[in-house]
């Protein structure tokens, strides 16, 4: 392992720690393929391809080998800029087809019931129905609510600002009921003096021991205000993220304003949602055109 590719990853790149924790693993499995014989930092096309067909025949899925590939090409680009090679054999390197995967989506019903099932007469319900509204109307990661600090919270000019993927910043509206909530969780807070423990003060969601929250809790939070609103469907917090772009999409918003508002870099990321949004009308138009065989009666 060369010793500074974990930095370059971190200040070159500005990769998140879990991509980063990801790219160093899948190099170690590669070093640990190769042997002590063979250097990684020398490894060839054959015997990448090698490996790869490895991975492959393991059962692998093709997201995962995606992801391996692409820790493959970031670690000999670093070899390169570094000048300890002058060839990407990665450039000789398929990545393979990941197809399209339409997410799971709420209705606006239903995320409105799941909104109202958190329970706003004490301070963590206050907080939980805060936490949905901007999920869902912000459109957050769940990683950025997690992390959200109070100071980059504009209650009065209804904004919040969020580092998203890569250390990029980027400004969110709020939606009015957003405002609301939140304002009357922090006034809840401060009238009971929950203060943040010690090196939390920052953020602006706390748990019980004044702590800002882990992913996992969020799950947690979400899942269970789903199981309270009679929600049949697999959600996560990424859901709320979903139906925040596709609501929007139906709504008739721009793509380019939504890739913005989600801090997607390609647009072809958000393209899903257009791709989702088409399958919808598709149905309806099999259930409800009246020159449609299958239609209902």
């Not at 991509?19 to 015997?47: C, H, K, M, N």
């Not at 959200?148 to 580092?163: A, S």
């Not at 943040?196 to 004044?210: H, I, K, S, T, V």
Request: hydrophobic letters at 35%; charged letters at 30%; aromatic letters at 6%.
């Amino acid at each position: 392992m060369q010793p500074l590719y974990k930095t370059y990853l971190m200040l070159e790149r500005g990769l998140s720690e879990n991509t980063r924790t990801a790219y160093i693993s899948d190099l170690e499995r590669f070093e640990e393929w190769l042997g002590p014989e063979i250097d990684a930092a020398e490894a060839d096309v054959r015997q990448i391809q090698n490996f790869l067909r490895e991975v492959h025949e393991l059962g692998i899925s093709a997201r995962s080998q995606a992801r391996i590939i692409s820790g493959l090409r970031s670690f000999f680009r670093y070899l390169v800029f570094e000048g300890t090679r002058s060839d990407n054999p990665m450039d000789l390197i398929d990545t393979p087809s990941l197809g399209r995967h339409l997410p799971e989506v709420l209705t606006i019903d239903e995320v409105n019931a799941l909104i109202a099932c958190a329970d706003t007469g004490d301070l963590l319900g206050m907080r939980n129905r805060a936490m949905m509204e901007i999920l869902y109307g912000s459109g957050l990661r769940v990683s950025e609510l997690c992390t959200l600090e109070r100071r980059r919270v504009n209650l009065d000019e209804m904004y919040l600002t969020v580092t998203g993927k890569g250390s990029k910043e980027r400004m969110v509206p709020m939606s009015e009921t957003a405002v609301e909530q939140t304002q009357l969780y922090l006034d809840e807070r401060e009238r009971q003096h929950a203060d943040p423990a010690r090196g939390e003060e920052d953020y602006l969601f706390l748990n019980r021991r004044g702590k800002h929250l882990s992913r996992v809790m969020v799950f947690y939070i979400v899942r269970d205000l789903a199981e309270a609103a009679g929600i049949k469907k697999t959600i996560s917090p990424h859901t709320l993220r979903h139906s925040f772009a596709t609501h929007l999409l139906e709504g008739g918003a721009n793509l380019r304003a939504i890739q913005q508002m989600l801090g997607h870099e390609s647009i072809g990321t958000t393209e899903i949602y257009l791709h989702l949004d088409r399958t919808r009308l598709r149905e309806e138009i099999i259930l409800h055109h009246p020159r449609n065989s299958r239609r209902r009666s």
